[in-house]
Every structure is written in structure tokens, then in C-alpha cells.
């Protein structure tokens, strides 16, 4: 009787220690899942989230419509700036150089927006509230298009800008005529 008790009493020992281990796993699990989905979700804006208030972008601060478009600065670094919203990017135009470091700063006004230049590794989402920044380099002069890859809505397939990378001396002697370029889209 009493070692039929202690056989009982084993076996519920043994099935309790499995529950908890199988809770302690369940536990573990969705921790790993909510400490995984916010570090990659803090990853996923191309900006390292880097924020910007949508609502003053035309007003004040680095978005303003005379800072948009390519500058060269005194130290020799290329930005370009630009903004996107329903249904054109702003310039819509760039010009750009080839063979030279081209860092990219942008974001959107309205919805989210995509940004691509054809036949290059330059690809970014461009998302409200958000600046979307990267460096990227050109090999080859000539006309790119540019045209919002992200369904923005109905005028969508009208957003396209295009982008002219011209040699990196003629580049350099235009930039250093003008304080930022753009190009009238022909
Ligand atoms: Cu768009």
C-alpha cells in the first residue's frame, strides 16, 4: 500500500517536472520571439530610425525645398536629399556622379513610398516619419529612371523620376558652379 503511494506519487512527480520543463520552454521561446522580432524590427527602417516629424518637412529643418536634390559638400562627400510623396519625388531629377561615394537621404511625406534606381543596388523604402539613409556608389554614367517601387496609391504608376550620373570631373565642375544640382527632367 504505501509503495504502491510512493509509486504514485513518483509518477506525478515525473509528469510534473515534464509540464514545467514544457511551460519553461514555452516561456523561453516567446521571449526569444519578442527580444528577435524587436531588435529586427528596430533594423527594418533603412534609417536605423532616425525620425523626422512628416508634418513640418516643407517648413523647416534639412527636408526644406531649397536643401533638396545633390550637393557637394566642402569636404568632397556627396548627398543627395529628396522626398516622395503622392505622386512625385522632389527633385525629380537627380543628378549624380559616377565612381564617387553618393550618400542618400530621404523620406516621405504622405505614405510609404519606394525608391529605386534602375539597374543599381539603390533600393530603399521610404516611410513616413522616418529618414531613410544609405551610401552607395555609381560605376557607369548615363540616364537611370527612378520610379517608386511601392504601391502609394492611384496615381502610383505615374511616380517615376529619372537620375543622370555624369563623369565624375564633369560632375565635380557643375557642383562647384551651383550650391546643389537638379536636373529638368527632359
Ligand atoms: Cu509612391
Sequence with gaps: MSSARSEAHHVADAAERRWSRLVAAIVLVLLAVMVFTGLHWAAMPPSRVETVDPRTLHIRGEFVEENLGTELGADGKVTVRLIAQQYSFEPQCLVLPAGMPVTFRATATD?????????????????????ATFTTRFERAGERLMPCHEYCGTGHEAMWGRVQVLPADEFIAKARANERLNCVPS
Excluded: E
Aim: aromatic letters at 10%; hydrophobic letters at 55%.
Design 111 to 131: 505614405a510609404i513610398h519606394g525608391f529605386i534606381i534602375g539597374t543599381t543596388n539603390a533600393n530603399v523604402m521610404l516611410v513616413p516619419g522616418f529618414v
